[in-house]
Nanobody, 122 residues
Framework: QVQLVESGGGLVQAGGSLRLSCAAS????????MGWFRQARGKEREFVAT????????YYADSVKGRFTISRDNAKNTVYLQMNALKPEDTAVYYC???????????????WGQGTQVTVSS
């Protein structure tokens, strides 16, 4: 059974930092892209960042570029999202996803985690 389990969310003041983790299990992800998406209350889900599982190539949404960093630890089957200089508009549920298609649309990802809440206070 494939599982993606996010952790690391919480409440932080504007300007602060958080690091999200996504632990993957149940299959090998060597050919998969790993992505982070987020959904704020009342808004559609949006792409945040993606990384190739083996190649380490990354791509970011313009809204987070320069503030967020996606990385992975293959030995631990874990993907991270380091979030710095957080803004109130970053408040959302953050989801980890895995899929062979990748990209910025959710359709390229078959597996999804349950999400972790990030709240940034002003």
């Amino acid at each position: 059974q494939v599982q993606l389990v996010e952790s690391g969310g919480g409440l932080v003041q504007a300007g602060g930092s958080l690091r999200l983790s996504c632990a993957a299990s149940g299959r090998t992800f060597s050919s998969h892209f790993m992505g982070w998406f987020r959904q704020a209350r009342g808004k559609e889900r949006e792409f945040v960042a993606t990384i190739t599982w083996t190649g380490g190539s990354t791509y970011y949404a313009d809204s987070v570029k320069g503030r967020f960093t996606i990385s992975r630890d293959n030995a631990k089957n874990t993907v991270y999202l380091q979030m710095n200089a957080l803004k109130p508009e970053d408040t959302a549920v953050y989801y980890c996803a895995a899929g062979v298609g990748g990209g910025t649309g959710g359709g390229g990802y078959r597996y999804w985690g349950q999400g972790t809440q990030v709240t940034v206070s002003s």
